[in-house]
């Protein structure tokens, strides 16, 4: 039985679809040898820039782009990734949980997945989906949905969770390069730690990790790591992909669960 591994990406700014830097040259390896090893019937994106009322799932066979960015350049809005989804998949994902997840045409690809795709997959060869997340759902909700929609990794399904654990715009320096703050590597070591031991008490509390005000004000871009932990099997390890920073604070510590 072939299990699929299960990734969380911390995706960051859109800047990374055109930059060659660490955090995608790191992407670029990690697919090389991922489609290398597996071919999956679908790609399911859990984004942190898709929030609803209720769980839907894309069910487009050609979806749109979704360029949910502001102020950049004319090449980013011109910018497409050459998505191929599938109905037909959507609604057999949706039917496993009926009343749960919910088949839409009213979203697309949005840069929490072109970002990952550009960079893991550039020949959008394999239908992509994404899932949208319930804003309205406490940390747990998204921890136990991630838990049941596991079994579809060994139907061929891979699953990428895009967010960052460290997102902030009240303080951040504009140039990509410039050395994490302090802050933000101490508030990085509490969370991997967090991670690596799976201390769900400190994953669904944190709100009250040390120096956690600093590093969020909305908790979008940290439900994502809630499904991929909660696919996570007993006997299944943490593989960092990367580990780093963008921005001063922009945390894109990555890994995958294999």
Sequence with gaps: MTI???????????????ESNPFTNALRNCGK?????FNPKAIVIISAHWLTQGTYITADNEPKMIYDYYGFPKKFYEYFYPAKGSFEIAKWIADHFPKIIIPTSDWGI?????IVLENILPSGKIPILELSLDYRKPLK?????????????EEGILFIASGNLIHTFREIDFNMSVEPFDWAKQLDAIQKESIDTHNLDSIYNFDKMSLNKRGFQTMDHYIPLLYILGMKQNSEQINYIFEGFQHGSVSHRSFEVK
């Design 110 to 114: 949005d840069h929490a997945a072109t």
């Design 33 to 37: 040898k991922l489609f290398q090893n």
């Design 4 to 18: 699929l591994p299960a990734l969380f990406i911390g995706h960051g700014s859109p800047i990374n679809l055109f």
């Design 141 to 153: 909700y998204h921890y136990d949905l991630g838990q049941k929609l596991g079994f579809l990794r």
